[in-house]
């Protein structure tokens, strides 16, 4: 099946630095790629839909300044957590819907999803 | 709004037992159930769907049946093996909240021999 990879699978900064977190369709494009957000013991929650050449669009209570995503190929998208801080230590998954023939099946294919630790 | 609401885990079962993970929504209109399994170091799967009530999923020996009813999709095995330790997340989409899906907590299922 399709393969949606996600790079890296876990990292470690300092309070204040950036991270960037990349998702990458291997086998398929990807117009549309979503990124959540996982906290212990709860739901994944949507942060962000992705569009490839378009601006994001962001789910009610997520900054867009804090969390920056770029979809600029059609199989990459980047989630960058500016000046981190503790409270966004979380794990950050992506999906991407799948495509064939260039059209969209439907089908959401996940990454293995991004620990993030902020120290 | 839409939500889903699974059993708290971990649930530990020995191997060839049967299996059943409760999963129950808040949705308005029809939406589609999902099951997806989240294996040790990768990405979520898709394990099986149920588009309309009554509909049964099944795959690789696990089934669910969508009950509006009881607004449930609950998930269930004969006789689980060892390689079904995982996670499994309930979750559904709905036309009426924007074509996103909307997950429960998931549950982690670990079987012993």
């Known amino acids: 099946g399709a393969v949606v990879s996600q790079h890296p699978s876990w990292v470690i900064c300092k309070s204040g630095t950036s991270v960037k977190i990349e998702c990458r369709s291997l086998?398929?494009?990807?117009?549309?790629m979503f990124w959540y957000r996982q906290f212990p013991k709860q739901s994944l929650m949507l942060m962000a839909t992705?569009?490839?050449?378009?601006?994001?669009?962001?789910e009610q209570g997520v900054e867009k300044d804090k969390f920056l995503i770029n979809h600029a190929s059609l199989t990459l998208s980047t989630l960058t957590v500016t000046s981190a801080h503790p409270e966004d230590s979380s794990f950050y998954i992506c999906?991407?819907?799948?495509?064939?023939?260039?059209?969209?099946?439907?089908?959401?294919?996940f990454g293995e999803g991004s620990r993030l630790t902020v120290l | 709004g839409n939500s889903v609401t699974q059993m708290e885990g971990p649930v530990t079962l020995s191997e060839e037992a049967f299996l059943t993970i409760n999963c129950t929504y808040t949705?308005?209109?029809?939406?589609?159930l999902f099951w997806y399994v989240q294996y040790p170091g990768e990405g979520l799967q898709l394990l099986l769907k149920?588009?309309?009530?009554?509909d049964k999923g099944s795959n690789k020996g696990f089934e669910a049946t969508y009950r509006k009813e009881t607004t449930s999709f609950h998930l269930e095995k004969g006789s689980v093996q060892v390689s079904d330790s995982a996670v499994y997340f309930c979750?559904?989409?709905?036309?009426?909240?924007?074509?996103?899906?909307?997950f429960g907590t998931g549950t982690q299922l670990k079987v012993e021999l």
């Open positions: 999906s991407a819907r799948g495509t064939s023939g260039g059209s969209n099946t439907g089908e959401l294919f």
């Open positions: 086998d398929f494009q990807a117009t549309t």
């Open positions: 992705s569009n490839e050449g378009s601006k994001a669009t962001y």
């Open positions: 949705a308005t209109g029809y939406p589609s």
């Open positions: 149920a588009t309309k009530a009554d």
């Open positions: 979750a559904l989409i709905n036309t009426g909240g924007g074509n996103k899906l909307t």
